[in-house]
């Protein structure tokens, strides 16, 4: 028997059908019906296992198209009823998986795994094969660093620059992009806008960025916590007001740091496609791509903004505001810097998977450039 | 700014009579918006023909008028009410259509009535098909190619540039009535012009040809602030071709990939922007090109729909509820999701189990008709079931349907594929039998371009269909958030999982202390128990509620109130077996299980909740079978000393062919434990009935057939009756129209009874009472009777009994303005009609209410008008006026036979008839028409010196009698049988009527109702008055 064991003991049975490994990892889950691919591809799941709530996953199989890295970055994929098609896809789902050395198992009661870490917080666990001994697993998640205070960026980070060309064929800014674990989507959003991108490693030196001459900045998402990169925060204070920049998801933490902000671990985090945030400045409400277990605390301490009206206070870079919040649990979403023509969401508006209500956020962001 | 406060008083329009295409999803609907536009303080002014809805019960709205869904009565209702605003979009298609007509005709700016929601001009560039087209078009999106005629010549200049095959709708219709599929030049012609003689408009859409393509929906809701989002997706496991309501689907979508899925979200907040739906729910429609992953706009309805019913079911979002919030101004994100209570209604729900709905029909019920499903619609109801996996919630549907005939599967795999390629009523019962035989996915894919996820799903089920159910079943909820959040809202289904390591089930029910009661539904809609029964169920709930107990409702119909989580205290949406009836009651121990409210779903669960150790709460099994048996009841009536008509039974050929002789011809036959009088005629001679046994009766199981003496002529009355085991008191009594032989549910009647002497009226109390009594009743009877006049008196004769809820419960509830369903569920919870405080008699005799049963018939071109002891009607509607003629005018405008005030009268009887019919069409003649008929009837009419016309018949040649009615030249139809076998004249007239849309009266007394009510009418549009107002003491 194949079972999923959480660190507190907490085990559901299922069947691997996957590469046939045990391992471990922080336990969370995704409440998007599709975009299975995309999410086990994205690097912000580094050392994550995935639970898809949705119990049919690898109905349409995998594609090229699909890919939001070059390979699986999760760490295990925990499904109710995987399905292994290939109908119009390039490849089934788990053979892709096997094939990718991940494991993943499937017949777990999914839901009541949900559950418990909807109530009990996300956890350390593992997925463990073939009748292993459960005190063995138990111990070998033990051994598992928690996700507070590591530093994961480093892991998924390229080693050397790399220059893109636009896609759109027209010539528009040059863009530095700071590859903390960047998706794919928003790689493609901002050069099918005209931008060219220059990505450099999340350890690089500003002044090897500004080298470049970017006319902006894109910080980006990423695995990991973001308290844990000190080194990059102190670079991006370097970067903000200097250049227009953008921030997406650990990007948006990066930046609120700089001007500040901490961060805090949320109990079970945001995995979906249907998180609805308001923009406070103008009122519209997006349907969004979330993925992402740290968020910010504003600038009173407050881990929730009560009122509609954004958060504004005076930072080393002019006037800050919180200008979107998250309208399930009214977190902090994203952050604006005005007079450092700087902004950012803890969301990811180049969907992928998701819904494609936030993509006009790239639109400004190049506007704001060419402004 | 959340409520405005502009407007104070809001018009509700309901859809009427339950039809196909238009069932009771929107009492579900109307009910939600009722309540809710209640809970915001406003007036609600209702309109609705259906007295068998929730939501024209009286406290659902300030003013509760059931009258004709015509914009002359509803004109009448505004001018008497003075709503400021108008909400249109919550009563279907009907509701849509009058809103329409009452804005082109300058009613709503002559009064000042806005409309909210969906305004005129969103209105008509949704229905509009070119507009829509264009509106598209403009928008960026791709539609299939297409072109509009309203003539046939317009449609053959077209036909080129779109190819065969061909679709073609009708502008402004329900459920696509009236279309189909050209495949080749001849059919296209048909095609068209039955097309553009259905539309409303005499407009038709022909289309480029999308068949095979998958089917998509997109529920979608917009408000004030323009924020959209997407409640649900919906697939049709059945290409493009069959009609969305007849095909079986999925919830969420299964087969696209999230790149595609985006896409089609993007194209439908993209649809309902340009067709400027400002607030409120709508569903687009897509096709997808499977091999390329091209999209198409097909439709879009600015409203909620059947698919938003099941969407708000199979999410846990309420979509009515909330589309008459942003009606009145909130938006998306002041409204609280209500099953988390903590998030709000500005999201989309995500779900972690899947819905699968199949349709239900009874094309048992219309001999001769095409039953291959196309794009028109033919369903008379649905399931909706939800399994933790496809294979779970395709089964579960699939039982779900309590089918009453069984598919034929005794074939050759050869006729197994070629029934699964032109898609019939069974095609899935087909495609896993034809899987079971081994053949291939490919084969089945080529034969009915259903998607290979799909077969393959299908594939694994017909191999193992028990691998879905491993495991233990474990009660999961619907939350809208797939467990993201907490739920507070007890809205569950049955999932099989893996236990946990301790065994346990991990169910997800909050169970309480209180005790509860288990009410069982009626299932899915079908013809013989609909609407009604659900209305009693949901009365039932409120009742159980009401007396400090939790009420559990089990039921699987998506369109129904009773499914909605706000009636009951725990929701229970899994199917109606034995099975899974018990498994619910394991877990809630309730203090018993009531049976008595949804019809013969849960009748026939009785017996084996009683032997498995159940409490069944009111009248007994053994009463119940008293009842059914008709030995049992035969003897419970002599010892009564009532009379009834001789009968026998027998199980075979011989035994009844004997007995026969013994009853005396003319006799009434049927297989024992049917509903809606399925499989029910009347037979005149013995060659009838062995050709009747040989056809249908003599069921393979060896069940009882009976045979009844046929009263003919006989008056026929009902009672519903509330009986606490020591009292009795008489919910009303109603005389039907149309004379015995007639099946009570397609029979209008009236109440209280217009031609009963108080002696007779007096005598059926008492037997009533007697029977009750007798078979120790607790809560409702329903007793039918026939009266005979004989020379020396009127005789009455007891014709049946049930001791349960019966189909007029809801009418003469609102026709005597006492909630019966709710008077019985509290006296089988153990109160007494004394403590009750009920008058002895509840019928006021203020007024008159006329019930009126609506039929199918134009949906079934090739099925018989002609009105027997089989059921056919779909739903009913309610007349009321301080007489009976204007009540029964009403009637027959609300069910959409508005007899007409002037013109010509075709008249054709049967010879025993002649005397009767002739006095008729003179009356007619007095009115002003102009009378025509054929030579027999023509002449007995000539004798009473009343001017007529002849027609030729049929078999004479052209012109003749069909000619002329599909000329147009006919306005009414009054034809009494002579012979009911296809293709006889008969048959030609009634079907020639029911295609130009003209009335088609099929028994004299109808016809003498008729010609009273076209003379009362000639008074002026009736007055309108509301049920408030009616029921108010005086």
């Known amino acids: 028997m194949s079972f999923v064991l959480l660190e507190d003991g907490t085990r559901f049975d299922g069947e691997a059908v996957g590469a046939p490994e045990a391992v471990t990892g922080e336990v969370v889950f995704n409440t998007a019906m599709s975009g299975y691919q995309e999410s086990v591809t994205d690097p912000s799941y580094a050392r994550q296992l995935i639970t898809f709530t949705y119990p049919h996953i690898g109905n349409y199989g995998v594609s090229e198209a699909a890919m939001e890295s070059d390979r699986i970055h999760a760490r295990a994929v925990i499904m109710r009823d995987a399905r292994n098609h290939t109908r119009g896809a390039e490849r089934g789902w788990l053979d892709w998986l096997r094939d990718g050395g991940i494991p993943a198992i499937t017949g777990v009661d999914t839901r009541a795994l949900v559950r418990h870490i909807r109530d009990a917080g996300s956890m350390r666990g593992g997925v463990f094969v073939d009748d292993t001994d459960e005190a063995a697993a138990a111990a070998a998640i033990a051994a598992e660093p928690a996700m507070s205070g590591l530093d994961l960026a480093r892991e998924v980070t390229p080693s050397e620059p790399l220059e893109l060309a636009a896609t759109n064929g027209s010539r528009g800014p040059t863009i530095a992009l700071i590859d903390t674990g960047v998706k794919s989507s928003i790689v493609s959003s901002l050069r099918a806008r005209g931008a060219r991108l220059q990505i450099h490693p999340c350890t690089s030196d500003a002044d090897a960025i500004l080298a470049g001459s ?158 | 700014m959340p409520r405005r406060d502009d407007i104070h008083r809001i018009l509700i329009l309901g859809s009427g009579p339950i039809v196909i295409g238009q069932a009771a999803e929107f009492d579900y609907s109307g009910a939600q918006a009722c309540k809710v536009l209640a809970e915001e303080g406003y007036e609600v002014i209702l309109v609705n023909s259906n007295p068998a809805t929730i939501m024209t019960d009286p406290e659902f709205a300030t003013a509760t008028y ?82 509009t005629a309203t003539t046939l010549a317009d449609a053959l200049e077209h036909i080129d540039e779109i190819g065969l095959p061909a679709i073609v709708r009708p502008a402004f219709t329900l459920g696509g009535q009236g279309g189909g599929i050209a495949r080749s030049r001849e059919d296209y012609g048909r095609i068209v012009a039955g097309g553009i003689a259905a539309s409303p408009i005499g407009q038709v859409l022909i289309e480029e040809s999308v068949l095979g393509w998958g089917e998509f929906e997109l529920e979608v809701m917009r408000d004030r602030n323009d924020n959209v989002v997407i409640v649900c997706s919906i697939e049709n496991v059945d290409p493009m071709g069959v009609h969305t309501g007849d095909s079986v689907t999925v919830a969420p979508q ?88 903590a998030t709000p209604a500005s999201f989309e729900p995500t779900i972690d189990y899947v819905v699968v709905k199949w349709p239900r029909f009874a094309f048992e019920k219309f001999h001769g008709v095409d039953a291959d499903l196309t794009t028109h619609m033919k369903s008379v109801g649905e399931a909706m079931a939800i399994g933790r996996t496809f294979g779970q919630a395709f089964l579960k549907a699939m039982r779900s349907r309590e089918l009453d005939v069984a598919a034929d599967l005794d074939v050759s795999l050869e006729t197994l594929l070629e029934r699964v390629a032109r898609a019939g009523a069974s095609r899935f019962d087909e495609l896993l039998e034809a899987l079971r035989r081994g053949a291939s996915l490919e084969t089945l894919a080529q034969a009915t371009s259903i998607d290979p996820w799909f077969l393959r799903e299908l594939e694994a089920l017909a191999r193992s269909p028990e691998a879905a159910f491993a495991g233990v079943r474990s009660y999961r909820s619907v939350d809208t958030c797939a467990g993201e959040f907490p739920a507070t809202t007890p809205y569950h289904y049955s999932a099989w999982e893996r236990p946990a390591p301790d065994g ?53 119909n998506p369109e129904t109130v009773s499914t909605d989580y706000d009636t009951s205290d725990r929701l229970y949406f899994e199917p109606l077996t034995l099975e899974d009836v018990l498994a619910v009651v394991e877990l809630e121990a309730p203090e018993g299980v009531i049976v008595q409210f949804g019809g013969q779903t849960p009748l026939r669960l009785a017996a084996g909740l009683e032997r498995a150790g159940v409490r069944l709460l009111g009248t007994s099994v053994d009463s119940i079978d008293a009842a059914e048996d008709r030995g049992r009841f035969g ?185 019966l369903a709710k008077l019985a569920c509290s006296l089988m919870l153990g109160e007494t009609l004394a403590s009750l405080g009920l008058p002895s008699e509840l019928m006021s005799g203020r007024f008159v209410a006329v019930k009126e049963a609506v039929l199918p018939f134009n949906r079934f071109l090739g099925a018989d008008t002609l009105l027997g002891p089989e059921m056919r009607s779909t739903g009913e509607v309610m007349g ?10 009403k009637a027959q405008a609300a069910a959409g036979a508005a007899l007409p005030s002037s013109g010509t009268v075709f008249v054709t009887v049967t010879d025993s008839d002649k005397a009767a019919g002739a006095g008729l069409a003179a009356q007619l003649h007095d009115l002003g028409f102009a009378i025509v008929a054929t030579s027999g009837t023509a002449d007995a009419i000539e004798r009473m010196g009343v001017p007529v016309r002849k027609l030729r018949k049929v078999a004479d040649g052209s012109p003749h009698v069909v000619d002329a009615i599909a000329g147009g030249e006919v306005d009414l139809v009054i034809n009494t049988p002579t012979g009911s076998g296809a293709r006889s004249d008969g048959w030609e007239i009634r079907r020639a009527a029911v295609a130009r849309g003209i009335p088609c009266i099929t028994t004299l007394s109808g016809g003498q109702a008729a010609a009273r009510a076209i003379s009362a009418a000639r008074q002026g549009e009736p007055q309108v008055v509301s049920l408030q107002e009616l029921h108010r003491t005086p």
């Open chain 2, 66 to 147: 059931i009258e004709p869904l015509l914009p002359g009565p509803v004109t009448k209702v505004i001018e008497r009410e003075r709503p400021d605003a108008l909400l249109p979009t919550l009563g279907g298609q009907t509701a849509l259509n009058l809103a329409k007509a009452l804005h082109e005709d300058g009613t709503l700016e002559r009064l000042g009535v806005e409309l909210i929601g969906a305004d005129y001009e969103a209105i008509r560039r949704a229905e509009d098909r070119e507009l829509f087209r264009e509106t598209m078009i403009s928008a960026g999106l791709r539609v299939p190619r297409s072109a």
């Open chain 2, 504 to 556: 346990s089930a991990r169910h997800e029910i909050a169970r309480g202390e209180r005790p509860s009661v288990v009410i069982l539904g009626s299932g899915p809609n079908r013809i013989g128990q609909g609407i009604e029964f659900d209305y009693c169920c949901v009365h039932a709930a409120m009742t159980v509620r009401a007396s400090g107990r939790d009420a559990v409702m089990i039921n699987c």
């Open chain 2, 880 to 889: 009321v006026a301080a007489d009976f003629p204007t009540a029964f005018a």
């Open chain 1, 214 to 371: 970017p006319h902006a900045v894109m910080l980006v998402n990423g695995p990991g916590d973001p308290a844990a990169l000190d080194y990059l925060v102190e670079q991006v204070r370097r970067l903000v007001g200097r250049l227009p920049m953008f921030g997406v998801c650990l990007g948006h933490q990066l930046l609120c740091r700089a001007v500040g902000l901490e961060t805090y671990k949320l109990r079970f985090g945001h995995r979906g496609a249907n998180h609805p945030v308001k923009d406070l400045t103008t009122g519209r409400i997006e349907i969004t791509s979330q993925n992402h277990g740290f968020a910010v605390i504003g600038p009173g301490g407050e881990h929730t903004i009560e009122d509609d009206r954004p958060v504004r206070w005076e930072t080393d870079f002019g006037t800050a505001e919180l200008t979107h919040i998250n309208l399930y649990d009214r977190t902090v979403e994203g952050l604006r810097l005005p007079e450092a023509r700087a902004s950012t969401v803890q969301y990811h508006p180049e969907a992928g998977p998701g819904p494609h209500d936030a993509l006009h956020l790239f639109d400004r962001f190049i506007e704001a450039i060419g402004a």
């Open chain 2, 635 to 819: 003897e419970l009536l002599e010892r009564l000393g009532f009379q009834a008509p001789p009968y026998a039974t027998a199980r075979t050929l011989e035994e009844a062919l004997e007995a026969a002789d013994t009853v005396g011809y003319p006799l009434l036959v049927r297989p024992s434990y049917v509903l809606g009088g399925r499989a029910m005629e009347i037979v005149y001679a013995r060659a009838d009935l062995e050709n009747y046994l040989r056809r249908s009766a003599t069921a393979p199981d060896g069940r009882e057939i009976f045979l009844d003496h046929f009263l003919e002529n006989a008056i026929e009355v009902d009672v519903d009756a509330l009986c606490d085991g020591r009292d009795v008191v008489i919910g009303g009594i109603m005389q039907h129209v149309e004379e015995a032989g007639i099946h009570s549910g397609d029979s209008a009647c009236v109440l209280p009874p217009h031609s009963l002497g108080a002696e007779m009226l007096d005598q059926i109390r008492e037997q009533t009472r007697g029977i009750a009594l007798a078979l120790h009743v607790v809560g409702l009877l329903n007793v039918q009777f026939a009266v005979i006049s004989r020379p020396a008196g009127a005789e009455l004769y007891v014709i049946e009994a049930n001791p349960r809820a019966s189909r007029t419960v809801p009418f003469v509830s609102k026709a005597v303005g006492r909630p």
């Open chain 2, 254 to 341: 299964q087969t696209l990939s999230d790149e595609t899925y985006q896409r089609l979200r993007d194209q439908a907040i993209a649809v309902i922007r340009a067709v400027g739906v400002e607030t409120g729910g709508s569903n687009v429609q897509f096709a997808v090109n499977p091999e390329s992953g091209e999209i198409v706009v097909i439709e879009m309805n600015p409203r909620v729909s059947r698919s938003s019913a099941l969407a708000s079911k199979a999410t846990g979002f309420p979509i009515a509820k909330i589309a008459a919030r942003l009606a009145v101004g909130y938006a998306l994100e002041e409204i609280a999701n209500d099953i988390t209570r």
